[in-house]
């Protein structure tokens, strides 16, 4: 049996029940930071071996972990935060165990945007997911289908690169369309700050940002003209 089980993203009392018994029982707990999962371990006071599991290491040891789990191991995978597999590694192990017969199950927990998405102010009803944009290859291309998207748009960025992705989306979205920048979700320093994308972004401009990134976007209204996207 493979758990996927979503670790909190900020504060440490997000965290199910069940996922504490799962990690309690498992064989083996799959970290992406061994770092980042002792401490949510150790808070708990549940001792566990760990291994790492992330982006760089695994395909190579993919076909292993398999192996160990059809010989009956049960592991769970965690991520430094949120659902593994929605931006993080998971995907490749997920689709293993379904071709090879084990048995998978995902927790229900925590996932950044769904409160980045519902603090915004935006629409929620339709909403597209993007991710981590491209930082070359194809992000022109993606940012001009996505200004004509309707539904509410997602990101994830860093801060190191938030004040450009803004810019980018004035060029592209024009510089009235309505956003929220969710930063530090669920700690003490938690801010959600909206406006245009104009306004935000020389807000963060002139302050500077620290933290983890939700971009919230609204969409293309059906039927209103947007400055004309450019190269």
């Not at 799962?22 to 064989?27: E, F, N, Q, T, W």
């Not at 290491?57 to 398999?66: D, M, R, S, T």
């Not at 597999?85 to 998971?90: K, T, W, Y």
């Amino acid at each position: 049996m493979l758990y996927i089980v979503p670790s909190p993203i900020g504060n440490l009392q997000d965290i199910t029940l069940r996922a504490l018994e799962v990690l309690k029982s498992a064989d083996l707990v799959l970290a992406e930071d061994t770092r980042n999962s002792s401490r949510l371990l150790n808070h708990y006071q549940i001792i566990k071996p760990l291994s790492p599991y992330h982006q760089h290491n695994e395909h190579k040891i993919l076909h292993h972990l398999v192996d160990q789990l059809l010989q009956g191991k049960t592991m769970a995978l965690l991520t430094d935060a949120g659902t593994p597999g929605v931006s993080d590694p998971a995907y490749l192990l997920i689709r293993e165990c379904i071709k090879t017969g084990v048995k998978v199950e995902c927790l229900p927990g925590a996932t950044a945007f769904v409160p980045a998405l519902v603090n915004s102010g935006i629409p929620m009803q339709r909403f597209c997911f993007e991710g981590f944009l491209p930082l070359k290859k194809g992000r022109q291309t993606l940012l001009k289908q996505l200004a004509q998207e309707e539904r509410t748009l997602i990101f994830y960025e860093s801060p190191m690169r938030l004040v450009k992705t803004l810019e980018d989306f004035i060029q592209y979205f024009g510089e009235e369309r309505q956003c929220c920048v969710s930063r530090e979700l669920t700690k003490v320093f938690e801010e959600n700050r909206r406006g245009s994308l104009k306004d935000v972004c020389a807000y963060y401009r002139e302050k500077g940002v620290k933290g983890e990134i939700v971009i919230t976007v609204e969409g293309q209204e059906r039927g209103r003209s947007r400055e004309a996207a450019s190269d």
